[in-house]
T-cell receptor
């Protein structure tokens, strides 16, 4: 297992288009997290899953954002009707839920540019 | 809600010298963990060091050590013998432990430059 992978690494889209990002976590990790990172800021939590269950989604930035993890393995984050303010790095991380204080492992992120 | 504050947006240090990055946090939780993550330019974030709040002993990992002051809610990172490869963004992060590990709350980061 080579760690958390995200696809694509870069995405340029026109305002108003829909985009979808994929995250493949470390295979034995049951928790998967999505964060957004804008320039000069720390990552901001968006949503997370335990297996296929979405445990928290109130932090998604608007109803244009949605995420799924249908089989408890990979996850997708979709942004509908993109806006220029959505331009950011979208990070995925995974961890084991019940190993107390264990670290989250991060992917390299998907950089979204909305033009 | 928890907050994490890193008051030093940028720092620089000469190679082989020691540097300390500051972090304070605010929480009413008793059961939590603190982390320092490193994000090199254009590379993924990796864990530097972790501290369990119920442990009084400060964590160390080779050249990296922390000064954890629970009452003051302070968690600083000391890098000894700085190396060029330490150049990166450093993020302080908080995690409470409820029914399993919870999402991290990050500070805004400190950009560290190690100068030859």
């Amino acid at each position: 297992d080579t760690g958390v992978s995200q696809d694509p690494r870069h995405k340029i889209t026109k305002r108003g288009q829909n985009v979808t990002f994929r995250c493949d976590p470390i295979s034995e990790h049951n928790r998967l997290y999505w964060y957004r990172q804008t320039l000069g800021q720390g990552p901001e939590f968006l949503t997370y899953f335990q297996n296929e269950a979405q445990l928290e989604k109130s932090r998604l930035l608007s109803d244009r954002f949605s995420a799924e993890r249908p089989k408890g393995s990979f996850s997708t984050l979709e942004i509908q009707r993109t806006e220029q303010g959505d331009s950011a790095m979208y990070l995925c991380a995974s961890s084991l839920s019940m190993v107390r204080g264990t670290e989250a492992f991060f992917g390299q992120g998907t950089r979204l540019t909305v033009v | 809600a928890q907050t994490v504050t890193q008051s030093q947006p940028e720092m620089s240090v000469q190679e082989a010298e020691t540097v300390t990055l500051s972090c304070t946090y605010d929480t009413s939780e008793n059961n939590y963990y603190l982390f320092w993550y490193k994000q090199p330019p254009s590379r993924q974030m990796i864990l530097v060091i972790r501290q369990e709040a119920y442990k009084q002993q400060n964590a160390t990992e080779n050249r990296f050590s922390v000064n954890f002051q629970k009452a003051a809610k302070s968690f600083s990172l000391k890098i000894s013998d700085s190396q060029l490869g330490d150049t990166a963004m450093y993020f302080c992060a908080f995690m409470k432990h409820a029914t399993g590990n919870t999402p991290l709350v990050f500070g805004k980061g400190t950009r560290l430059s190690v100068i030859a």
